[in-house]
C-alpha cells in the first residue's frame, strides 16, 4: 500500500506541474478543459495500473470501528417520495434497475438479499479531510449485475438518488462496470449491524471502497446502466463532477 500511494503521489505531482505551470493562460478556457480533462484520464489510469483488477481496499476489524460514523453529504432527504418511504419504514421501497439491461427489476432489500451479501469493515476517506471506519453488510453489485445481465455495450452505472442539493435536481453518481464488479463494491443496507441510519443513507447506499467519499451515493433511488452518461445532469458522470470534481476519485 505505501508504494501505491508514493506512486499515485508523484504521478499527481507530475501531473498538477504541467497543469499549474500554464494555471494563468489556460483557465477558463476550451483549452484548459481539454488539458485537464486529458490529467484526470491520466490519474485514471495511474490508478488502474497501481491497483488493478480485484486488489482491495484494507479492511479492518471490530475493534477499529470508529465510535460515531460522520454522515457524508445530505442527512434527510426533503421529497416527497422519500418522505413516504420513511413514513412507512421502507417497507414499499423497490430499486428500479434498467436502462442497458436484459432484465429490468424492481427489487426489495429482500430481493437484494436473497442475491447474496457480503460484510466488510472498512474505512471511508472524505474529500473534506476526515476519515471513519465502519462495518457494512450489503449485496455485491456484481452479483446485481448477475441478475440483470447488462449489454455487452454498456459501460457504466448511473445511481439516480432521493436527495436534492438543489431543488429539483436530485444527486446521481456514475461508476464504470469494472469498479462496479469489484468485490468489495455493495449495496449496502447495514451499518455496524444495523439497519442503515437515515443519516447515512437508508434505505441503500453505494459502497466503492477504493473511491473517496463523494462517490458513495446515498438514498439510492434507481440503477441506470448506459453507454454514455452524457446527457445525463450535465454530463460529467455525477453531481460533484457537473460542479468541478473529478470523476475518477481513487484513493
Not at 456514475?174 to 449496502?188: G, V
Request: aromatic share 10%; net charge neutral.
Amino acid at each position: 500500500m505505501t508504494d501505491r500511494r508514493r506512486f499515485l503521489r508523484h504521478t499527481a505531482l507530475a501531473l498538477g506541474g504541467v497543469i499549474v505551470t500554464g494555471c494563468d493562460r489556460i483557465s477558463d478556457s476550451q483549452t484548459g478543459e481539454r488539458i485537464l480533462s486529458q490529467a484526470e484520464k491520466l490519474n485514471h489510469l495511474a490508478q488502474k495500473i497501481a491497483a488493478p483488477g480485484d486488489v482491495l481496499a484494507k479492511e479492518f476489524t471490530e475493534a477499529d470501528i470508529s465510535a460515531v460514523f460522520k454522515p457524508n453529504g445530505s442527512t434527510m432527504p426533503d421529497t416527497p417520495d422519500y418522505r413516504a418511504l420513511l413514513n412507512n419504514a421502507f417497507r414499499d421501497y423497490r430499486l428500479a434497475i434498467g436502462g442497458m439491461v436484459e432484465r429490468p427489476a424492481l427489487l426489495s432489500i429482500s430481493d437484494l438479499r436473497a442475491l447474496g451479501m457480503r460484510t466488510q469493515i472498512t474505512r471511508h476517506d472524505c474529500v473534506e479531510g476526515w476519515s471513519a471506519i465502519g462495518k457494512w453488510t450489503g449485496t455485491p453489485l456484481r452479483q446485481v449485475m448477475d441478475f440483470v445481465r447488462p449489454h455487452m455495450r454498456a459501460r457504466y452505472v448511473v445511481f439516480h438518488c432521493y436527495d436534492e442539493y438543489e431543488e429539483g435536481t436530485p444527486y446521481y453518481e456514475s461508476i464504470d462496470l469494472a469498479e462496479a464488479r469489484h468485490p468489495q463494491t455493495l449495496l449496502a443496507y447495514m451499518l455496524n449491524g444495523h439497519d442503515l441510519p437515515v443519516q447515512n443513507g437508508a434505505p441503500l447506499r453505494l459502497r466503492v471502497e477504493r473511491q473517496l467519499g463523494y462517490k458513495h451515493a446515498k438514498y439510492i433511488r434507481s440503477l441506470q446502466f448506459t453507454d454514455s452518461f452524457a446527457s445525463i445532469g450535465d454530463g460529467k458522470g455525477g453531481y460533484w463532477e457537473d460542479n468541478g470534481y473529478e470523476w475518477y476519485a481513487g484513493i
